[in-house]
């Protein structure tokens, strides 16, 4: 089956600095790579995802970059602040076929210091 | 809109005592749903899915059960909870259509369950 793996599980940068969290995946047939935020006591709320046909999406102080050839994508956070501060998580398989049977990274908790 | 519920928020239970949890969905219709539980700093590890009414699929031996009595109702159960059992739950549902839309998940605000 797919296995998603998620670095770092940790991260604490400074304000104003950038983040960046990586997740690789084992299933070639990925097509669809997200990214979710989990804030303390939430539930986890998807934050921007890629498709196999780009290498790359933005949005605001977020993106998200494919390289399908080494089976990993990546979340950039730039210019950070502190309602960033959270849970993040990766998730595969992300082919239609097998929708049904969502699996996450294992996240990586994210501070910004101030 | 679709808008999803679960409750309760925080639940404190003796082991060995039952548990029920209910995640209901509004604004959708034949939704796949989803019980993942969530260990304290722990990633998400998906307990059950469904595709339809009656229709549940678990993915690990565990002590608890999930069911589906109607399309946009799942419950999570167990009828002896263990230390183990505690956790922060969370329900979660997407499309079913084969279509890109289909894998954004959706989640619920979760159940705090601590067994004592």
């Known amino acids: 089956g797919e296995n998603v793996e998620q670095h770092p599980s940790t991260l604490s940068v400074q304000e104003g600095d950038s983040a960046v969290i990586k997740c690789t995946y084992s299933d070639s047939a990925s097509n669809y790579f997200p990214w979710y935020k989990q804030e303390l006591g939430k539930g986890p709320q998807l934050i921007i995802d890629?498709?196999?046909?780009?290498g790359e999406k933005k949005d605001q102080r977020i993106a998200v970059t494919l390289n399908k050839t080494a089976k990993h994508f990546s979340l950039h956070i730039t210019e950070t602040q502190p309602e960033d501060s959270a849970v993040y998580f990766c998730?595969?398989?992300?082919?239609?076929?097998?929708?049904?049977?969502?699996?996450f990274g294992s996240g990586t908790r994210l501070s910004i210091r101030p | 809109s679709q808008t999803i519920h679960q409750w309760p928020a925080t639940l404190v239970q003796p082991v060995g005592s039952p548990l029920s949890l209910e995640c209901t969905v509004e604004?959708?219709?034949?939704?796949?749903l989803y019980w993942y539980r969530q260990a304290a700093g722990r990633g998400l590890q998906l307990l059950f899915y469904s595709v339809g009414i009656g229709q549940i699929s678990s993915e690990v031996p565990q002590n608890l059960s999930a069911s589906r009595p109607q399309d946009r109702q799942f419950i999570l159960s167990s009828k002896k909870l263990l230390l183990s059992d505690s956790g922060f739950y969370l329900c979660a549902w997407n499309l079913q259509e084969n279509t890109p839309a289909n894998e954004k998940l959706f989640f619920g605000s979760g159940t705090q369950l601590s067994v004592l």
């Open positions: 604004g959708t219709s034949n939704p796949n």
């Open positions: 998730a595969g398989p992300g082919s239609y076929s097998s929708a049904s049977k969502i699996i």
């Open positions: 890629i498709r196999s046909n780009v």
